[in-house]
């Protein structure tokens, strides 16, 4: 039998919301799983998987069974020609698996370092930042069919990844409990840094003459970039990026450059472009401005905060104003990156 505890959530979510709900129960192995499933199915229950609560923005009181992810453990499973892979459980701390990855030489993951939240969270956001996708490297995960009550291995083309999105965030939400995540690694001989990204391109650490360019250094470098330009979540509530870069058309976009000359925007292989959701929030005004305890961060216009006592509803009547104001002036939709959850 599992028991479920009424608990305060307000620690547990990065935006620093108020919030409790009525049932949480804290998963940590892998033995939980089988009656967590019987319970669901006699009480149909309606649940959300809750990692390190760095994307999404709860409600005051959540009317559901929050499934607290804590589970730990790092495990190389296999090393062949430089090539490895890679398992964490869900509960893990992404940038600390992240810097386990560097400092153990398993290359691939350094971009992606500092972003906030859970492995077990990453795919579902489909997360990336300086030229790294996490599906790129994906190997596989296990997760729990919780209406099913049965694990399952998924490589992935069955995560249906696509931008910021996965089956697990949208499509079936609330029907997968994600276990474990591998990720398809390399040792230094057969990894190649990814520079792409500009920041990392005009970083001066990775430009200096006659030092080759490592994981380690590239994770320094994002680790500085990010603190440069993101709040702490410990001294600033906050969920990272709000909103999700806008991909238009060719033809939308010669529009948006012709009228603004100096948008920021990036060509895709499918001849769409990604247009920087920060520089057009930025341009209509939206940077350090608040409604009541909610506002947008003075230093990235995509990030929104709470400056203390904000709730879910203050946050999204300025996510609204912010995306009403935006498709007025542009023409362009935003979409927030972060689940809302009631």
């Known amino acids: 039998m599992l028991h479920f505890l009424e608990q305060d959530l307000t620690s547990c979510n990065t935006l620093g919301l108020r919030s409790s709900a009525r049932a949480v129960l804290r998963y940590r192995r892998q033995d939980q799983l089988p009656a967590l499933s019987e319970q669901l199915a006699a009480g149909r229950e309606r649940v959300f998987v809750l990692g390190g609560g760095s994307n999404v923005v709860l409600a005051p009181s959540l009317d559901c069974l929050v499934v607290k992810v804590e589970s730990r453990g790092v495990r190389l499973l296999s090393r062949s020609d430089g090539e490895l892979v890679v398992e964490a459980e869900a509960g893990e701390v992404w ?11 398993w290359n691939g993951l350094e971009n992606l370092a500092l972003i ?88 001066a650490q990775l430009q200096e003459a006659g030092r080759a360019v490592t994981a380690r250094r590239i994770f320094d470098a994002v680790c500085e970039i990010r603190r440069s330009k993101l709040p702490d979540p410990a001294v600033l509530g906050n969920a990272g990026s709000f909103f999700k870069n806008p991909i238009v058309s060719a033809d939308v976009y010669a529009s948006l450059k012709s009228a603004h000359p100096q948008l920021v925007a990036y060509p895709q292989e499918d001849g769409r472009y990604k247009v920087a959701a920060g520089w057009l929030i930025d341009q209509a005004g939206w940077k350090g401005r608040r409604l009541g305890a909610a506002g947008v961060h003075d230093r990235q216009a995509l990030v929104l905060v709470n400056h203390g006592g904000a709730n879910a509803e203050d946050i999204m009547r300025l996510a609204d104003a912010i995306r009403v104001d935006i498709a007025e002036r542009f023409g362009v939709d935003l979409e927030q990156e972060p689940v809302q959850v009631s």
């Open 95 to 105: 940038h600390d698996f992240v810097r386990r990855c560097v400092d153990e030489g």
């Open 116 to 203: 906030p939240g859970t492995v077990g969270a990453a795919p579902v956001q489909n997360i990336g930042a300086y030229g790294v996708e996490l599906d790129q490297r994906l190997h596989s995960l296990s997760a729990w069919d919780l209406h099913a009550g049965r694990m399952v291995d998924m490589d992935a083309k069955a995560c249906g990844f696509s931008y910021r999105n996965s089956v697990f965030k949208e499509a079936e939400a609330g029907r997968w409990l994600i276990v474990k995540v591998r990720f398809r690694l390399s040792e230094a001989g057969a990894w190649r840094p990814v520079l792409n990204y500009p920041d990392l391109q005009r970083h």
